[in-house]
């Protein structure tokens, strides 16, 4: 099984349209520091399945019939606007799964073309997809939002985007289910580095330090990064280690 990260940054992605901040400075100039909106695709025996879908270049990066599956955490446009273009495509439908929301976005399910959504996953009810068992684990976020569990001969990836730290019942999952490698939401550096705490629906540095305490993956790749907390972290290059660090675009993790 092998999760290749597709992209890594936030809705605003990095380079920020007319940021001229050091993180959008260095992204404009080196193309390895840019970051794409966070989604992924996950390869296993010979077949793929998309997490979320909001790839600029799902189209062509994706031939037709290479899809097998769609994953969805959630209906925010960010991480769903590919759909838009996919759904008018020929051939084979592709099966949708996502979390319990009857409004979705816009007329998706109105007219869903080639998707074929599924009745909704549950929350912490385990389906299989190539002999990888997927558990749900639900986030907290503006509209219902799902992170997702992979688990493959006993090894474990979680991918926990987008969320403001863990319910107590997830976080209590994952302790006891041990974590190989979690990708998880930070979109923001420390509150004490901005003048004001902002109400936000995402993990800043404070929050994911908490979670990698009470889970204790044994690895945590920091994903929907914003260029803020890029920023500081050009600055605080000692708060990252081996097993707490900045995932990147086309980063590849394998079980």
Known sequence: MKLTLLGTGNAGMLPVYGCTCQACNRAQHT????????SAVIEH???????DANADDLLS???????????????????VHSLFDLRWGEGTSI???????????????????????????????????????????????????????????????????????LREDVTAWLAANPIEVMLIDCSFPPS????????????????????????????MGLIHVGHDLESWAMDNPNYFTACRFLAFDEQEFEL
């Open 61 to 79: 990066r994706f031939p037709a019939g290479s899809i097998d599956r769609i994953l969805l955490t959630h209906y925010h446009m960010d991480h």
């Open 95 to 165: 099966h949708v799964d996502g979390p319990d929301d009857p409004q979705g976005c816009d007329d998706l399910f109105k007219h869903p073309g080639l998707l074929a959504f599924q009745p909704p996953l549950t929350a912490f009810k385990a389906f299989s997809w190539q002999g990888i068992t997927i558990t749900p684990l639900p986030m907290n976020h503006s509209k219902v939002c799902f992170g997702y569990c992979f688990e493959w001969q006993g090894r474990r990836i979680a991918y926990l985007t987008d969320t403001l730290g």
């Open 45 to 51: 025996q010979g077949k793929q399945l998309l997490l």
């Open 192 to 219: 004490s580095s901005r003048e004001e705490r902002l109400p936000v629906n995402h993990n800043d540095t404070d929050t994911v330090c908490v979670i990698q305490q009470e889970c204790l993956p044994n690895k």
């Open 31 to 38: 193309s390895s520091y840019r970051r794409k909106k966070t």
